[in-house]
């Protein structure tokens, strides 16, 4: 049975991100398991939402084994760290996984890849998708595994792609992609609707217009129109944590749209110049 091991720091990030690709493969019998480094401490939840839990990480826990669910995974696991939140403040409790040791984060990630032998791995770009320090520190904790165990050593091209040379094999590597096409249609409409692209999401502190500047190509498309319920679903578990909060039905249409297909940047093995746009995580 081949498996799929997606790594990302918060309950939600696994729907909120490739829920349809993380769908579509547990339905077509791949063992899909998620690694969370958080259990999302720091999410804003209202009072009311946290009704019969004694604290937020047990809501969100909730929350995500529900979505899991939803999304059909085989497994969920933790990294054991507490959520940032969207600062990282210099020194930091070192149980917060944006201030973890580094080597200490991979140790722990290169724990879960002897125990699993997943056939691929996803995990945040370089840019923590929208610059999340955890996301951020997660990309690289997940490359420092693969120099660890995999003996891999990273570049990142002119062109934008991190690419790997690993001594021994590893599993394939992929970043999700938020695409800037889609980003950039948001950043002009939003201001049209009476909201500041520069302040997104439910907590305003998002910066859509920066993070559609960041460069990201992307390698591999991967069509989830079948799997775009599912995915739903599984954001809809994620009650407490809607990113687009009240924001408007265009707003949302945008966003619903831009998740027919789910994007991501390989990076082992290392994508060719030539090499044509892939349409899968597993070589298929
Ligand atoms: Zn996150």
């Known amino acids: 049975m081949r498996k799929l091991l997606a790594i990302f720091a918060h309950p939600d990030d696994e729907s909120f991100g490739p829920g349809g690709s993380l769908a579509k493969y547990a339905a077509n019998g791949v063992a899909v398991h998620y690694l969370c480094g958080t259990r999302g401490e720091a999410g804003t939840v209202d009072a009311r939402q946290l009704n019969g839990y004694t604290s937020v990480a047990e809501l969100r826990t ?56 997943p056939d691929a791995v996803i995990t945040h770009d370089r840019f923590g998708g929208y610059g999340h320090p955890d996301h951020i520190k997660l990309h690289q904790a997940v490359l420092r595994a693969y120099e660890l165990r995999y003996g891999a050593r990273w570049s990142l091209g002119a062109d934008g792609l991190i690419r790997l040379a690993c001594d021994m094999p590893a599993p394939r590597l992929y ?11 948001a950043v002009r409409l939003l201001p049209l609707l009476g909201q ?11 910066d859509l217009v920066r993070i559609a500047s960041w460069e990201m190509p992307i390698t591999t498309w991967v069509d989830v129109r079948r799997y ?17 909060g009240r924001q408007s039905w265009l707003a949302r249409l945008i966003f619903r749209r831009a998740q027919t297909t ?18 899968g995580l597993l070589g298929d």
Not at 76 to 88: E, I, N, Q
Not at 175 to 185: A, Q
């Open 62 to 117: 909730a929350e995500l084994m529900r979505a899991a669910e939803a999304l059909g995974l085989a497994s969920v696991r933790f990294l054991g760290y507490h959520d940032s939140g969207m600062a990282c403040p210099e020194g930091a409790d070192p149980a917060i996984l944006c201030a973890a040791p580094l080597d200490e984060v991979a140790q722990r990630i290169i724990g879960f890849l002897d125990q699993l032998h």
């Open 175 to 185: 970043f999700t992609v938020i695409p800037r096409g889609w980003l950039k249609v």
């Open 196 to 206: 500041d692209p520069r302040r997104f999401g439910r907590n305003h502190d998002i």
């Open 228 to 244: 775009i319920e599912h995915k739903q679903r599984a954001s809809a578990c994620h009650a407490s944590q809607q990113p687009l």
């Open 262 to 279: 789910e994007c991501f940047s390989r990076a082992w093995p290392p994508f060719q110049p030539r090499e044509r746009r892939e349409t």
